[in-house]
């Protein structure tokens, strides 16, 4: 594509963000209900933030490297996953996904190098430096 | 199974005079959109949508039918002739059939490519007639939960099958469900993103956005696009079909016929992709691959055929499940909607006289334009003589008379514009609108669904993978995810492997 092109995509994935925050307010405004009984505000109100993800997901292929793009939404992944499943558990996943994908380890020893890591962290910070973490979700 | 009796008293329909009239005009005016580079199926069905509003949703869905296949038919000619695909379906025609042309026998390839469109056409109405009702009386089971589940798969197979990048299209899916959120909410009435007009209480008109988004916005884009085409003129003589060319295409017909049906339950593009693989298929069984490109006639029979066979399976999602898998279907559903004719299910047993008179007026159509298209193909090449700066102003005209005609407002005629607009401007960023318009069109029903079941469950979510139906859905939608998922973790890895610069 020529950068004409390319601007204007830019500026396509911008007005949809834009419209995906503004649907975002809106239907906020509405009675949302509640996830069981929703009410006339809650879909539109998912329809907006799944929309403003996949633009900024867009975005974030578009404009910054694909290494970017992993690391955010496997910061995301591990923000949702970090106090049910433990701090062990979710490092592990963290770093092997992260090393599988970045690194010219194989799944295979970057799994190992995740669990490694991740118990090693998990002894660091918790019994040497006394930080709270939840390492295990049974141990909180 | 019977079909025999449905199907005369759906002849009884599709016979009588008007219903003739308008499967007529429905298949000269899709001719015409096919030839016409530029205007494709979908602005043609949009451009006369709104003329079906006064029709019985029969006549309306024979025409509207017509203009869909007729397309198909229309879009070899511009192919073979000028080498400018007449629509997006007959970009692999242009290879050898415009090869043929060259070398003076665009006679036999416009031939095979009516005779292929005719047996594709013909056959996958067949299978249309035949796997409709049965699967039909199946999906009767089908609850709300299970109805949710079955849309959801379809939006997320649009995003996943067709062409564009995965993001883009289900962003534009999203676009389009939160479009079909303007107006009152269908359960508790409350007005959402109408900001205090009691204009959009009723939401946008869909045919407003339709012709928008394919009739006005091709227009505009034709205007950098198109230029002036001198096209090769076959002789009418030699439009009388030779037995050795009849005897070279009719395998790779038969095999287009097969590949046609089967890409046509497939959502997205599948009338574009089945010519490409139709294509692929004819170069690797042939003796001499390399001739591929230089005007073989396998190569015209084979993709055309199976354009056009698209058209029946396609019919089946929308005429029994009510879920349209591309967009031209799209427009059909909407067409059907307005008569409050709901495709699914219930068609068959509720309005025997729209599915069996469609299904009967297909046949008629298809002789039809194999009957219209040798005779009348200098008539339709003529039609590129026509300077663009007449043409346009034209269409944006009777888009402009049939916008008003639907609900006598002139507000529609704005919100066809900006949609237009929108449509342009999409496009030029490679974001492609029509799953933007499936989403509309599926957007109530499916939010609907939903509430409606968890309604029924009190609030359990579980209720979405309950009863045999829900399963297969919810077990495609996850199979779906995980090899999307999965294709896409790989590929990425292999991409950053490969870098050498990788940061570690």
């Known amino acids: 594509m020529n950068t004409t092109g390319r601007r204007l995509e830019l500026a396509v994935m911008a007005c949809l963000l834009l419209l995906a925050v503004f649907a975002f307010w809106q239907a906020a405004l509405m009675p949302s209900g509640t996830l069981s009984l929703p009410g006339p505000g809650m879909l539109p109100m998912a329809l907006g933030a799944l929309l403003a993800l996949s633009v900024l997901a867009l975005f974030a292929l578009r404009l910054g490297s694909r290494q970017i793009g992993v690391c955010v939404l496997a910061l995301l992944a591990a923000g949702l996953l970090f106090e049910r499943a433990g701090f062990v558990?979710?490092?592990?996943?963290?770093?092997w996904v992260l090393l599988w994908m970045l690194s010219p380890l194989g799944w295979w020893r970057s799994s190992i190098a995740g669990v490694a890591a991740a118990l090693v962290t998990d002894y660091l910070f918790k019994d040497l430096l006394g930080v709270s973490l939840p390492s295990f979700p049974w141990t909180s | 199974m019977d079909v025999i009796q449905p199907l005369l008293n759906g002849f009884a329909v599709a016979l009588r005079p008007d219903n003739l009239l308008y499967c007529l005009i429905g298949c000269l005016w899709g001719t015409v959109v096919g030839v016409l580079p530029g205007l494709g199926p979908l602005a043609g069905l949009s451009l006369l949508l709104p003329l079906t509003y006064k029709l019985e949703p029969a006549s309306a869905i024979i025409m509207l039918a017509g203009i869909f296949y007729g397309a198909m038919y229309g879009g070899s000619t511009t192919s073979i002739l000028v080498r400018i695909p007449g629509e997006a379906a007959s970009i692999v025609t242009c290879i050898d059939g415009y090869a043929m042309a060259r070398k003076g026998r665009a006679g036999p390839a416009l031939v095979v490519a009516a005779i292929g469109s005719w047996v594709g056409g013909t056959a996958s109405i067949v299978g249309l007639m035949l796997f409709a009702p049965p699967l039909a009386k199946l999906m009767l089971q089908v609850g709300p939960a299970a109805e949710f589940g079955l849309m959801l798969l379809a939006l997320l197979a649009l995003s996943f099958v067709s062409g564009g990048p995965p993001l883009k299209t289900l962003a534009m899916v999203l676009v389009g469900l939160l479009i079909a959120t303007i107006g009152v909410?269908?359960?508790?009435?409350?007005?959402r993103f109408t900001f205090g007009f009691i204009q959009f209480t009723e939401g946008i008109s869909f045919v407003a956005i339709a012709l928008g988004l394919f009739g006005?916005?091709?227009?505009l884009l034709n205007f950098e696009e198109i230029a002036m085409v001198k096209a090769i003129r076959p002789t009418l003589r030699s439009l009388v079909p030779k037995l050795q060319d009849l005897r070279d295409s009719a395998p790779a017909i038969a095999r287009g016929t097969v590949v046609g049906f089967v890409f046509g339950f497939i959502p997205g593009i599948s009338h574009v992709v089945s010519t490409f693989v139709s294509y692929a298929v004819e170069r690797k069984?042939?003796?001499e691959p390399e001739a591929f490109g230089t005007g073989k006639i396998q190569g015209v029979a084979g993709p055309e055929t199976a354009n056009n066979a698209t058209t029946g399976s396609a019919m089946i999602p929308l005429l029994v499940l009510g879920i349209p898998a591309i967009p031209a279907t799209a427009i059909l559903l909407s067409a059907l909607m307005i008569h409050n004719v709901q495709p699914g299910?219930?068609?068959?047993?509720?309005?025997?006289?729209?599915f069996w008179g469609l299904i009967a007026s297909m046949y008629i159509g298809n002789i039809v334009l194999l009957v219209l298209n040798l005779p009348m193909v200098g008539l339709f090449v003529n039609l590129l003589r026509i300077p663009y700066a007449y043409l346009a102003p034209g269409i944006l005209l009777i888009s402009m008379v049939g916008i008003y005609s639907v609900a006598s407002n002139s507000r529609d005629i704005v919100?066809?514009?900006?949609?237009?607009?929108?449509?342009?401007?999409?496009?030029?960023?490679?974001?492609?609108?029509?799953?933007?318009?499936?989403a509309i069109v599926l957007g109530?029903?499916?939010?609907?669904s939903l509430r409606r079941a968890l309604t029924i469950s009190q609030g359990d979510w579980w209720i979405l993978a309950q009863g045999a139906m829900s399963k297969i859905f919810i077990g495609?939608?996850?199979?779906?995810?995980?090899?999307?998922?999965?294709?896409?973790?790989?590929?990425?890895r292999r991409k950053l492997a490969d870098l050498p610069e990788n940061p570690k």
């Open chain 1, 89 to 95: 558990v979710t490092g592990a996943l963290f770093l």
């Open chain 2, 185 to 191: 909410d269908p359960i508790t009435a409350h007005p």
């Open chain 2, 216 to 219: 006005v916005s091709e227009i």
């Open chain 2, 285 to 287: 069984l042939s003796r």
């Open chain 2, 345 to 354: 299910p219930q068609l068959v047993a509720e309005h025997p006289d729209v």
């Open chain 2, 415 to 438: 919100i066809m514009g900006i949609f237009g607009l929108l449509g342009y401007v999409l496009r030029k960023a490679k974001f492609d609108p029509a799953p933007l318009l499936l």
């Open chain 2, 444 to 448: 109530d029903r499916m939010e609907v």
């Open chain 2, 476 to 492: 495609a939608i996850v199979l779906l995810v995980a090899l999307q998922a999965a294709a896409w973790l790989f590929g990425f």
